[in-house]
Each structure stands twice: as structure tokens, then as C-alpha cells.
T-cell receptor, first 114, second 115 residues
Framework: DTGVSQDPRHKITKRGQNVTFRCDPI?????LYWYRQTLGQGPEFLTY????????KSRLLSDRFSAERPKGSFSTLEIQRTEQGDSAMYLC????????????FGDGTRLSIL | GDSVTQMEGPVTLSEEAFLTINCTYT??????LFWYVQYPGEGLQLLLK?????DKGSNKGFEATYRKETTSFHLEKGSVQVSDSAVYFC??????????????FGKGTLLTVNP
């Protein structure tokens, strides 16, 4: 069990630029979640994948956000035309199939918008 | 909607003191309950969980009991250590359709333990 891996750990970019984050879940986990955490708050759900299918998106996920999991393994989260309010920690979690399994989190990608 | 309310911090204790962090929830169904811990610069780690009423989750000396009648899941530890300093999050999960068990978190409680 190598754990959930996220890349990059930190991203600094100028407002208006596009950014993409990657998440590699634990290998046998077919469920994958993205969350966003702002300073002093708990993580908030963004989107959920079962295998390659994106089954739920939060209303927090504006049209500028898109997530993919093309082969049911790693996932990417892209933010287009970044805004100051996008500055946050983006967390990925995965869990194994069957019932309500605990989610295992990566260390996150911290995004800073200049 | 579903929500979690937990004790506001920060909480500062001396080593070997007793810890309680209160957590209450509101849910439309019958949730599973979790405590996660986040150390500086790291992601969240599952500390303990409970899936039904009166279940007690425990790990590393921490305990929490699922109380349906009071909709609570308070975290306790009898004797804290400096290494317990971290942010603690209470969370619930409900099946929102199909296989999605997304987590709903509280705001977190920062615990600092002094030697």
C-alpha cells in the first residue's frame, strides 16, 4: 500500500492561467474523490468517480473546473482561467469497493493564485 | 442539508491532560461517523470511525461513541501527548446515491499540547 499520491504539492500561478493537478489513488481502489479545503475550514466535496465514470459533481464545481479519470486509475483536476478565490488545498481521496469504506487521503496540492 | 458542528478551537492542553472535542451532526439519513487528524503540511488521516448507534471507535488511545439520541460523536483521550498536536476533523458520510459516500466535515479543531 503506497498510499494516495498527489502532484504537484504546491502550485503558484498568476490569475487567469490554467492549472492541472494529478492524483494517483491506492491501486485497488475504484472510488476516487476530490475535495477542496480553504484556510480554517474542513474539506468540501467537489466530485466523485467510480472507476472511470464521474458520478457526482458538487455545485461548488463551476464550469471552469473539470475532472477526469480516463482509465479508472489516476485522475486529473483542471482549473481554467484561475481566480483569486481558487486558492486552496485540493485533496484527493480513494476508497475500496463495497459499502461505506474509509477514504484514504493524499497530502494535497496547495494552489496559490497571485 | 447534512452538516457537522464541532467545538471551536484552538484547544491548548498540557501533556497528560484529558481531552474532549465535541462534535454534533445533522443528517437526513443514518450516517457513518469519522474522526480524521491532519498534521501540519499533510493530508488527512483516518483516526477512528463508527457505523451505527452505540458503536465505539477507538485508535491510539482516542475514543468516540456514536450517540444517535444526541446526534453526537465526541472525541476523547485520557492522556494527551505533545505528538497529538494537530487539527482534528469530525465528519459524516451518507450514501448520496449509488456508491458515493462523500464526506461532510466540520471546520476542524486545532489542538496544541505543551510539554
Amino acid at each position: 500500500d503506497t498510499g494516495v499520491s498527489q502532484d504537484p504539492r504546491h502550485k503558484i500561478t498568476k490569475r487567469g492561467q490554467n492549472v492541472t493537478f494529478r492524483c494517483d489513488p491506492i491501486s485497488e481502489h475504484n472510488r476516487l474523490y476530490w475535495y477542496r479545503q480553504t484556510l480554517g475550514q474542513g474539506p468540501e466535496f467537489l466530485t466523485y468517480f467510480q472507476n472511470e465514470a464521474q458520478l457526482e459533481k458538487s455545485r461548488l464545481l463551476s464550469d471552469r473546473f473539470s475532472a477526469e479519470r480516463p482509465k479508472g486509475s489516476f485522475s486529473t483536476l483542471e482549473i481554467q482561467r484561475t481566480e483569486q478565490g481558487d486558492s486552496a488545498m485540493y485533496l484527493c481521496a480513494s476508497s475500496s469497493p463495497g459499502g461505506n469504506q474509509p477514504q484514504h487521503f493524499g497530502d494535497g496540492t496547495r494552489l496559490s493564485i497571485l | 442539508g447534512d452538516s457537522v458542528t464541532q467545538m471551536e478551537g484552538p484547544v491548548t492542553l498540557s501533556e497528560e491532560a484529558f481531552l474532549t472535542i465535541n462534535c454534533t451532526y445533522t443528517a437526513t439519513g443514518y450516517p457513518s461517523l469519522f474522526w480524521y487528524v491532519q498534521y501540519p503540511g499533510e493530508g488527512l488521516q483516518l483516526l477512528l470511525k463508527a457505523t451505527k448507534a452505540d458503536d465505539k471507535g477507538s485508535n491510539k488511545g482516542f475514543e468516540a461513541t456514536y450517540r444517535k439520541e444526541t446526534t453526537s460523536f465526541h472525541l476523547e483521550k485520557g492522556s494527551v501527548q505533545v505528538s497529538d498536536s494537530a487539527v482534528y476533523f469530525c465528519a459524516l458520510s451518507l450514501n448520496s446515491g449509488g456508491s458515493n459516500y462523500k464526506l461532510t466535515f466540520g471546520k476542524g479543531t486545532l489542538l496544541t499540547v505543551n510539554p
